[in-house]
């Protein structure tokens, strides 16, 4: 193999790809990056066996089509740290080198076969989604995927389909995100999946231009995404996620719209005066207004007012996490949301239209 | 068999199986004898530990020769007089039994020299009795006082002999039985001899904490904490005094405990309970600590004529010593650095041995000061003892950190001192004293934290001493404020299997859990259902379903059981049921939340750890009684490198 790469194309194609690479690993070929130059492109390859990435680059000259199998981490810092416009690398039995205008590395990789075949995306898509749409679903969702949970797949984000309708739901078992958009449906089936969330970090990154579109297959044990130019496919969670329509409540009676900046500025400022042990704030909702407060042991007390643009219902006190607020109101894209809630120790539910919908569950205050 | 009247031998054969049980007992009779006579020095010989001779001399005020005869009889005594005597007791005996039982079971023999009253001493008469035959008395010779030796105990009532242990094991008993009795008598001299070798010499007035320290062993002086506590009359005027030993001293048995009662060593539950009470936390529940208690009470407080050997006596107010000792100890272990000092063998004493000055010495001579045969050995051993190690490095140090930290708590045994610096201490709590400086703080295998203090180096263990943290701190929170953990609850109710013997378990605590602020319901045959759990558990990443399943577990085998407080019912214990089980819990909790081993710390979270210990009370050990800390000082690392 021998290809003359754009520096700059090798740079950000190399950073996209070796965030799937893994550094500690009883299998060597698994810290590796398969370069494969055909028909004038090169196509970066990695896996850590779950997840996996192709991304070609057009930006090169391939003078003699082949493979090669370079430790990631040291191809990704001599590309990085080169000065020069090109590089050439050229590959001979399990050696590659990489030239520049005034310097020459060699480095010591592995036979291109020993590295695990990585899926490649089928002819029969789903349904396509314009990348845009599919980034909004993921933020709206994956910050309230759980680390780990032993009794439900929660640990990703569930991807449900039904015809032109998608949702995407997340819950850690305190809070629970669904956000819901459209997609162009290719095949009938109506599928869901379990998509971990190192998969989803990637696909953020991977999948950056808003004008692309997304073609989506899903099968038994995988999800495949994929453009023109890059794949990426995952395993999925196995198990099942919980039964997450019931746990939406749909009886909440006081009901307050709150501008989105002033809620965040007030919460986060009440937030202060928590701590590991205190983590709760209380919210006063009356037709008055909203009172948060908060008191961390042995450090002190904090109480924000916000004026309601409007509030339905009796008064209420109900304490929360400010950091679940936060992590929901973040993400938001409208001016106002709206709170629904029931009593301090039932879930509030927070909205924003039709397209997103957040559920809290409350802190027991003392 | 007609019934007839007992021959006296044989009533005081049978009475002295209730009073001398073994040569321990008839020591113990005898010593209390010479101290009621008004002895200033006592002489106990023993031979084969027992069996064959036990002396006791004294220069007491003697017996009258014709008085001797009466002194063996039953029921023949000079200590008392009339039944209202016993309401109010000042000598140690009283019964008139001792003497009559040991001469029934031995070969006696009494040289006594009484002192007249104007101070002369009268002439020396002889008793001698053979198993109950009474020879004499007739004259003989002697310096003031009282001696009496009890040869061949035993030797005609060959059932009792047989049970008598090995010579070493009886001599065990007597050796425990002179040290409680030389304990609360400071001021006699006494001397304890065994085949000829001595094995106490304890010289006459010491103080009473010169005299504990002596029995208790000198290499333990530094780690024993003086205590001291006098009510107001109108709680019930008692005094308790005593040295507590370390949490590291902690013994396997309650045998290192000494509690005496007006001058006399007994043992009572009640008042062991109290120490163990009051260390409660700072050692694992099997150990027992070393110490002394010494309570002074109005004797128509305490009755001591319950038991033939008066080892146990009767408080007409147990709860409310309790609650005495309790406090006492309580007060001085909360205010004390409790650090044990780390064990180190000395490479130096090591390779002055094998350094080729061709010496025989046993490796712990230091130990064994009576064992120095030798002029080499005795060079070495000072050579060893370091005279010279009170360097003036160390002394430059201590007085220095003295003038600049006041507060700080000296380990040293210079009572008054101590006694000052508390003082000092306890003024100046409005603004906090100086604690100490960590100048820097090494994090090792991600286990170990070392840093300095004044004294020396500091190790602690990082998940002992932050269970030790949190717990304090939610302890606190929970008994002293009586506030509910705050708790975040489920989207979905975590499921906890759980048998109905579990399920039960649970129920009981569920006020408990409600201010720990789990919320949990059965939800049907086998299962219970979380809903809520404390937040604090979340952000230290507990799971729910094992931390429940443990706890439920622990609820089934008893952990939380109400504790039994033996003969000390109501008053101030009132709480402690709940307290234990609560202590228990919490202990789960802070256990499970905090840092394990293996944790990598930031330089912050280290810096935040330290100033955390010396800030909470008991930071010494962990929950569950382990140390959290353990102190290498600078005399030691000067010993090991040998800068003396």
């Known amino acids: 193999m021998k290809v003359i790469c754009d520096r700059g194309a090798l740079v950000e194609s190399l950073t996209l790809v070796s965030g799937v690479v893994v550094s500690r690993t009883p299998k060597p070929v698994l810290t590796c990056v398969k370069l494969s130059a055909k028909d004038d492109a090169l196509t970066l390859t990695a896996t850590d066996t779950e997840v996996s990435i192709h991304l070609s680059t057009p930006r090169v000259e391939v003078s003699e089509a082949g493979e090669a199998l370079i430790p990631a981490d040291k191809l990704q810092q001599i590309v990085r740290e080169s000065t020069d416009p090109t590089l050439t690398i050229a590959t001979k039995d399990d050696q590659t080198q990489i030239v520049g205008q005034d310097s020459r590395f060699k480095l010591l990789g592995y036979p291109a076969g020993d590295f695990p075949d990585a899926p490649t995306f089928p002819d029969d898509a789903d349904f396509e989604v314009s990348a845009a749409d599919l980034h909004r679903l993921i933020a709206m969702t994956i910050f309230a995927t759980a680390r780990e949970n032993s009794r439900y797949a929660i640990n990703g984000v569930l991807l449900e389909r039904h015809n032109k309708d998608l949702t995407v739901v997340a819950t850690d078992g305190h809070r629970l995100a669904q956000a819901k958009g459209k997609c162009k449906s290719l095949q009938d089936a109506d599928r869901s999946a379990i998509i971990p969330t190192k998969a989803l970090n990637l696909l953020l990154r991977l999948f950056d231009d808003a004008e692309q579109t997304v073609k989506v297959k899903v099968n038994d044990s995988q999800v495949l995404f994929a453009t023109d130019t890059a794949v990426l496919a995952s395993n999925l969670v196995e198990g099942n996620f919980p039964p997450y329509k019931d746990v939406i ?63 339905t219902g009796d008064a209420i006190d109900v304490g929360f996490n400010p950091a679940y607020l936060l992590d929901a109101l973040k993400v938001v894209d409208e001016n106002q949301v709206h709170l629904d809630m029931k009593a301090g120790n039932k879930p509030g539910v927070l909205r924003t239209g039709p397209n997103f919908l957040y559920v809290v569950m409350p802190v027991n205050l003392q | 068999m007609p019934i007839r009247q007992l021959p006296t031998l044989v009533i005081n054969q049978i009475a002295a199986g209730e009073v001398i049980e073994r040569p321990a007992s008839v020591v113990k009779e005898l010593v209390e004898n010479a101290l009621d006579a008004g002895a200033t020095d006592i002489d106990i010989a023993i031979e084969e530990g027992g069996a064959k ?139 304890l001899t065994h085949n000829g070798r001595k094995v106490q010499d304890l010289p006459r007035n010491q103080t009473r904490r010169d005299r504990c320290v002596a029995l208790m062993g000198k290499d333990i002086a530094d780690a024993l904490l003086e205590f001291e506590r006098t009510d107001d009359p109108s709680r019930g005027s008692a005094r308790v005094w005593g040295l507590a030993g370390m949490p590291s001293l902690g013994r396997a048995t309650t045998k290192f405990q000494h509690v005496c009662v007006n001058g006399r060593p007994v043992k009572d539950r009640n008042l062991q309970h109290a120490i163990k009470e009051a260390y409660r936390g700072l050692m694992p529940p099997d150990r027992f600590p070393q110490l002394v208690a010494f309570i002074d009470l109005d004797p128509a407080q305490v009755d001591v004529n319950v038991h033939p050997q008066k080892s146990e006596v009767r408080f007409r107010n147990p709860s409310y010593l309790h609650g005495l000792v309790l406090t006492a100890l309580r007060q001085r272990l909360l205010g004390a650095d409790l650090t044990p000092a780390a064990h180190v063998r000395s490479p130096m004493s090591n390779a002055r041995n094998e350094g080729g000055t061709a010496l025989a010495a046993p490796p712990n001579i230091e130990h064994r000061t009576s064992d ?241 210990r010396d800030a909470i009370e008991r930071s010494s050990n962990c929950p569950h009684g382990r140390p959290t800390t353990l102190r290498l000082t600078l005399k030691d690392l000067e010993r090991q490198f040998g800068r003396s």
Not at chain 1, 263 to 292: C, H, P, Q, W
């Open chain 2, 372 to 612: 120095i045969h030798t002029a080499s050995d005795f060079v070495d051993y000072f050579r060893r003892m370091d005279p010279t190690q009170k360097g003036f490095v160390y002394q430059e140090v201590k007085k220095q950190l003295k003038e600049e930290a006041p507060g700080a708590v000296s380990a040293e045994d210079d009572a008054f001192e101590q006694e000052l610096l508390n003082r000092q201490a306890a003024a100046s709590t409005s603004h906090p004293p100086p604690t100490t400086t960590h100048q820097s703080i090494l994090q090792v295998h991600d286990s170990y934290v070392v840093t300095q203090d004044e004294h020396g180096l500091v190790i602690i263990d990082q998940h002992a001493l932050h269970e030790r943290v949190m717990f304090e701190k939610l302890r606190a929170r929970i008994l002293d404020d009586r506030e509910t953990l705050e708790s975040q609850r489920l989207l979905v109710p975590e499921v906890v299997r759980a048998d109905a013997a579990r399920q039960a378990a649970m129920e009981d605590l569920q006020p408990l859990l409600a201010r720990l602020g789990i919320e949990a319901s059965p939800i049907g045959p086998g299962e219970v259902a979380v809903h809520a759990f404390p937040s604090l558990l979340f952000s230290r990443n507990v799971k729910v379903g094992p931390f429940m399943e443990e706890l439920l577990d622990k609820a089934d085998g008893g952990a939380f059981d109400k504790i039994e407080l033996g003969d000390a019912p109501g008053g101030t214990d009132a709480q402690l049921p709940e307290e234990a089980a609560l202590h228990e819990v919490l202990d789960m909790m802070s256990c499970k939340a905090a840092i394990k081993a293996g944790d990598k710390m930031s330089e912050q979270e280290l810096a935040s750890l330290l100033e955390q």
């Open chain 2, 53 to 191: 001779l036990i002396r006791v001399s004294d220069d007491g005020i003697g017996i009258p020769e014709d008085e001797l005869a009466l002194a063996v009889a039953p029921h023949a005594t000079s200590k008392i007089t009339s039944a209202d005597e016993l309401e109010a007791i000042g000598t140690l005996g009283f019964r008139g039994e001792a003497l009559a039982s040991i001469a029934s079971v031995s070969r006696l023999r009494i040289t006594s020299r009484p002192t007249r009253e104007d101070g002369t001493a009268e002439h020396a008469g002889v008793l001698e009795v053979d198993g109950g035959e009474v020879r004499g008395p007739s004259p003989g010779a002697s310096r003031p006082g009282t001696v009496i030796e009890v040869r061949d105990l035993f030797f005609n009532t060959p059932a009792r002999r047989k049970f008598m242990r090995s010579a070493g094991s009886e001599f065990g008993h007597i050796n425990d039985c002179v040290q409680k009795i030389a304990m609360v008598n400071p001021d006699c001299g006494v001397t």
């Open chain 1, 249 to 311: 409540p749909k009886d909440g009676d006081k009901k307050a719209t709150i501008p989105t900046d002033i809620f965040i500025s007030a919460v986060r400022r009440a937030g202060l005066l928590t701590n590991e042990e205190s983590k709760g704030v209380r919210m006063s909702f009356s037709d008055g207004g909203l009172v948060i407060t908060s008191r961390a042991p042995e450090m002190g007390e904090a109480e924000i007012k916000v004026a309601l643009p409007e509030y």
